[in-house]
């Protein structure tokens, strides 16, 4: 089990060892955030903005039309809200080569209150023009996304989890840029994940296995562009397709899914488990995940019920 952001620092300092256009930003998140180690080895490719989120983003952009590669890191709902006009503007619409990171997605501020969680981000994220999301939910998925991220030909946002989770399956993965991970294989239901939920959507898948019921489980690292393809070949022969993320109902997984499902003229029941839309309770993470019913054993019971 990786603890998510150390992962995230650790990568970025090998990463920047061998790419000298790699400089970090941080929004007051450079000693907490995943930056400690870059700024203390590369001092003169290292700013501190404060908390100057808009300021951030557009500083980034600003390097990146020099033919840098920022890497801006701000704690989620500050990125995603805060600055949203200037992601979209500078951004998205310039298309430029910013890797955004919003530290802390979904309910992993769970103590702070609801200025802190962020659950509105991929539906807010997702209108961007241009932007690729990537949404990865442990240690290994961390560092893939950051490594694709600096590749990618545009802006990217990263949705970065807090807390560590173990990964959802174990041995050799085959993780793809742009690509849906098959977790599992099953013929009853679809169950679609991303973040740190594709580990509960395995644990609910496990536990349907010993009640019987064969899911297939799709972990999403890449929300956007969405793999299409894989969703529909994964929906043929279902009784239903579920979604499953700490987001609002609206926007997220579940929105795309559907826009997928309804295009195609699928035809197939579709549940999205999420964040009741204006929740507000606060507490210990796991705690919070079970309440709204986002743990894996709820999960089980709540896919149970429908087949």
Do not use: W
């Given at each position: 089990?990786?603890?998510?952001?150390?992962?995230?620092?650790?990568?970025?300092?090998?990463?920047?060892?061998?790419?000298?256009?790699?400089?970090?930003?941080?929004?007051?998140?450079?000693?907490g955030g995943g930056l400690s180690a870059f700024f203390q080895e590369f001092p003169e490719r290292s700013i501190e903005t404060g908390i100057s989120e808009q300021n951030a983003v557009s500083l980034c952009a600003a390097l990146a039309r020099q033919g840098l590669k920022p890497v801006l890191v701000i704690i989620n709902p500050f990125l995603t809200m805060r600055a949203y006009e200037q992601v979209r503007d500078d951004a998205g619409y310039?298309?430029?080569?910013?890797?955004?990171?919003?530290?802390?997605?979904?309910?992993?501020?769970?103590?702070?209150?609801?200025?802190?969680?962020?659950?509105?981000?991929?539906?807010?994220?997702?209108?961007?023009?241009?932007?690729?999301?990537?949404?990865?939910?442990?240690?290994?998925?961390?560092?893939?996304?950051?490594?694709?991220?600096?590749?990618?030909?545009?802006?990217?946002?990263?949705?970065?989890?807090?807390?560590?989770?173990?990964?959802?399956?174990?041995?050799?993965?085959?993780?793809?840029?742009?690509?849906?991970?098959?977790?599992?294989?099953?013929?009853?239901?679809?169950?679609?994940?991303?973040?740190?939920?594709?580990?509960?959507?395995?644990?609910?898948?496990?536990?349907?296995?010993?009640?019987?019921?064969?899911?297939?489980?799709?972990?999403?690292?890449?929300?956007?562009?969405?793999?299409?393809?894989?969703?529909?070949?994964?929906?043929?022969?279902?009784?239903?397709?579920?979604?499953?993320?700490?987001?609002?109902?609206?926007?997220?997984?579940?929105?795309?899914?559907?826009?997928?499902?309804?295009?195609?003229?699928?035809?197939?029941?579709?549940?999205?488990?999420?964040?009741?839309?204006?929740?507000?309770?606060?507490?210990?993470?796991?705690?919070?995940?079970?309440?709204?019913?986002?743990?894996?054993?709820?999960?089980?019971?709540?896919?149970?019920?429908?087949?």
């Amino acid at each position: 089990m990786k603890d998510p952001r150390k992962a995230f620092e650790m990568k970025l300092v090998e990463l920047a060892r061998k790419d000298p256009r790699i400089v970090a930003v941080s929004c007051d998140s450079c000693s907490g955030g995943g930056l400690s180690a870059f700024f203390q080895e590369f001092p003169e490719r290292s700013i501190e903005t404060g908390i100057s989120e808009q300021n951030a983003v557009s500083l980034c952009a600003a390097l990146a039309r020099q033919g840098l590669k920022p890497v801006l890191v701000i704690i989620n709902p500050f990125l995603t809200m805060r600055a949203y006009e200037q992601v979209r503007d500078d951004a998205g619409y310039m298309n430029t080569n910013v890797v955004m990171v919003g530290s802390g997605g979904g309910l992993a501020y769970s103590t702070l209150g609801s200025t802190h969680i962020a659950v509105e981000d991929v539906g807010l994220m997702r209108s961007v023009p241009h932007l690729t999301i990537l949404a990865p939910g442990d240690g290994d998925e961390v560092e893939f996304a950051l490594e694709q991220a600096l590749s990618v030909d545009g802006p990217v946002y990263i949705r970065m989890p807090r807390q560590a989770r173990n990964a959802p399956v174990e041995g050799e993965r085959k993780m793809e840029l742009g690509k849906a991970e098959v977790l599992a294989e099953g013929s009853e239901a679809l169950l679609c994940a991303y973040g740190p939920s594709a580990e509960e959507a395995m644990k609910a898948c496990r536990i349907l296995q010993e009640q019987g019921k064969a899911i297939t489980v799709l972990n999403f690292t890449t929300v956007k562009p969405l793999d299409a393809e894989a969703v529909l070949a994964h929906t043929k022969g279902k009784k239903a397709v579920f979604t499953l993320e700490e987001h609002a109902p609206v926007g997220g997984l579940g929105s795309a899914v559907a826009e997928v499902l309804a295009e195609a003229g699928a035809g197939v029941p579709l549940h999205r488990l999420a964040v009741p839309e204006g929740a507000k309770q606060t507490g210990p993470y796991p705690e919070l995940v079970a309440y709204y019913g986002l743990d894996g054993e709820s999960v089980a019971k709540q896919i149970a019920e429908v087949l």
